[in-house]
């Protein structure tokens, strides 16, 4: 069973550049959620995509965006990158349905100068 | 507001003692809660959950207890072992409500010290 993976593990950007990260989801997986951990936090909901359709978002804007495939990997889009932006950015994944567990990948690293 | 707290932002335990962690919650919609450990550099890792219809589980050296009465959960870890140290963090959703979305504390650094 492959677990979740996420590319890139770092990425260096400047401020109003746009990114573009990738998560697989664990094999069985449907739903995949995305999330960003800032220094000293716990991990902030950002969306979940099921059925490659937005299906619940957290407190943050519309410059966040994502994808899901029709394979159930999935994408988060950020333009007009900020500062505030640098943060682990953690995918996970899960059946949806229920009290389902959800699963996360290693993170990418975003840092924006 | 924070929907989810962890209030001890550290715990030092001795190795083969009890660690206890605690987390409270506000949001009485929430059904289905879950410990992670993290690590740095790495993802949270799913440690064990239990749902609002039960009031204890159990998985190992790792148990959570849950009174809704309260809205408070707790991690036991008996007996600690050094490898336990990492970061907690305590999550909560409400799946029956209609959302799967996690919400989370800000977590709890244990350190098992041998």
């Known amino acids: 069973e492959t677990g979740v993976t996420q590319s890139p593990t770092h990425l260096i950007k400047t401020r109003g550049q746009q990114v573009t990260l990738r998560c697989s989801s664990q094999?069985?997986?449907?739903?995949v959620s995305w999330y960003q951990q800032a220094l000293g936090q716990g991990p902030q909901f950002i969306f979940q995509?099921?059925?490659?359709?937005?299906?619940g978002r957290g407190n943050f804007p519309p410059r966040f965006s994502g994808l899901q495939f029709p394979n159930y990997s999935s994408e988060l889009n950020v333009n007009a990158l900020e500062l505030d932006d640098s943060a682990l950015y953690l995918c996970?994944?899960?059946?949806?349905?229920?009290?389902?567990?959800?699963?996360f990948g290693p993170g990418t690293r975003l840092t924006v100068l | 507001d924070q929907q989810v707290k962890q209030n001890s932002p550290s715990l030092s335990v001795q190795e083969g003692r009890i660690s206890i962690l605690n987390c409270d919650y506000t949001?009485?919609?929430?059904?289905?809660f879950l410990w992670y450990k993290k690590y740095p550099a790495e993802g949270p890792t799913f440690l064990i959950s239990?749902?609002?219809?039960?009031d204890k589980n159990e998985d190992g050296r790792f148990t959570v207890f849950l009174n809704k009465s309260a809205k408070h959960l707790s991690l036991h870890i008996v007996p600690s072992q050094p490898g336990d140290s990492a970061v907690y963090f305590c999550?909560?959703?409400?799946?029956?409500?209609?959302?799967?979305?996690?919400?989370f504390g800000k977590g709890t650094k244990l350190t098992v010290n041998p």
């Open positions: 996970a994944s899960s059946l949806r349905g229920g009290a389902n567990t959800q699963y």
């Open positions: 239990i749902s609002s219809i039960k």
């Open positions: 995509y099921y059925r490659e359709e937005e299906n």
């Open positions: 999550a909560a959703s409400a799946p029956r409500g209609g959302s799967e979305k996690l919400v």
């Open positions: 094999s069985g997986h449907n739903t």
């Open positions: 949001n009485s919609m929430f059904d289905y």
